[in-house]
């Protein structure tokens, strides 16, 4: 029975792992892509679940041990010719209704750790590393919202499966923000500049992805989701290592091509504003720590006030940002260690405080969510979202995705505001509006086509 308990989460490590290494590729990866998009289920019928199936009708204490790799590449290959495609949805609606059962101690927390990662390696998902550190990078997040998840065994298998598996009823799942009476106004046209009206120069930066253990003349095709690294030794006789400034073979970029970029721009361009929408961290997601993502958003805004004194820069978060990546919790619904406070705490005093890029009026909502909004000049105002409250991969929504931390319905409020007052307003973020969830997706569309 505690071999069943545990097989839940297993399910849900695995599969969330898989999902976080999906974020870990520098350049599209039609592997990884394909694998997400077109492959999950068939995946996960032939390969997961055949595992996960045998496991949880086995004991711990059965000789040979389940944790032999032999004994569980068997189990993989073998159970995988005898259940076909529909045994997915039976296995995960059974596993699913013992999660009430389940014992979320940190000793069930380390075990599950132990064999998601043996079953990464076992279906060589990843290099073994990989495998061994992505685990134990999500583990607390994958139990955590195991435990606080509100669905039922068929609304989770619903979301992991698909329509095809259960029809899914979640309360959080469709919702809408509220608009004021207020009529719209009559849509006038917008009259082209005269020539000589005053211009502004902005410069858009995003994505950066900056590796401090970049090394030229390393290996570019190490068998991890990234390479180029110190860690990664030379490259194969005959083959070019990385190189000076930088690599496309799936490496992301060097510290030393950020800092010659800025400094080229800056001899260069004059600058008004500077829009930074995210994604500074490397993606090598399955070794990030806190400390390490809040150092080189440290690092950029150091950098960019050196190159660029005076100039105001604008930033919103990307999914990287959190370690682990895409771990967003809404700030109402998770409090403590694993909120999102130590981020959003960060940008107050990295750009509020030190920087002085944004005023003491945008703290508030900063340390609620990540957004604010700022009056840059008179008729023009610019409003950046946290995209993470809609972004697909932040399982957190699971327990709570209505408008989390109100940003939508805020968004309303700044909007209707700018509309009574005739100001044009940039709205920066992340994630594109077409690549969130639906329902967020849904509402951001309402709010845009009735105040744009």
Partial sequence: MACRRSTFLVLLCSFWCYLGLTNSSPIPSMRHEQLLEKETRTYFAHRIAP??????????SQSPPLLDPTYMNNIIHESASTYHLDIDCDLCKDIMAAIDDVI?????????????????????????????????????????????????????????????CAVTYDPNSDWNVTFP???????TP????????????????????????????????????????????????????AGKWGDLRGCDASLKLMINTLE????????DLIYMTGDLPAHDVWNQTRSDNLGIFNLVTDLLLKYFPGVKVYGALGNHESAPVNSFPPTDVIKGDQSETWLYNNMVDSWIDKADWLPNTTRAT?????????????????????????????????INGTDPDGQLQWLIGVLQAAEATGEKVHIL????????????SKNYELIVKRLY
Wanted: glycine share 8%; proline share 10%.
């Fill in 51 to 60: 595992l996960l199936f045998a496991y949880s009708n086995a004991s711990l």
């Fill in 104 to 164: 979320m101690s940190e000793e069930s927390r380390d075990l599950i750790a132990v064999i998601a990662a043996e079953v990464c390696k076992i279906l060589k998902i990843e290099d073994d590393r990989v495998c061994d550190y992505i685990t134990r990078e999500f583990k607390d997040e994958v139990v955590d919202v195991a435990a606080l998840h509100y669905l039922s065994p068929n609304q989770v298998c619903g979301t992991l499966l698909g329509e095809s």
């Fill in 181 to 187: 009476s207020i009529p719209k106004p009559p849509v």
């Fill in 190 to 241: 917008v009259n082209p500049p005269k020539q000589g009206s005053p211009t502004l120069r902005i410069l858009h930066i995003s994505d950066l992805h900056i590796d401090r253990m970049y090394e030229p003349g390393t290996n570019t095709d190490c068998g991890e989701p990234i390479c180029c690294r110190s860690n990664d030794g030379p490259p194969a006789p005959g083959v070019p290592g």
């Fill in 264 to 271: 080229e721009i800056s001899k260069t361009q004059k600058l």
């Fill in 366 to 398: 900063i340390q609620r969510g990540g957004y604010y909004d700022v009056l840059l000049y008179p008729g023009l105002r610019v409003v950046s979202l946290n995209s993470n409250a809609g972004n697909p991969k932040n399982w957190w929504l699971r």
């Fill in 429 to 440: 973020g992340h994630i594109p509006p077409s690549s969130t969830l639906p329902v967020w």
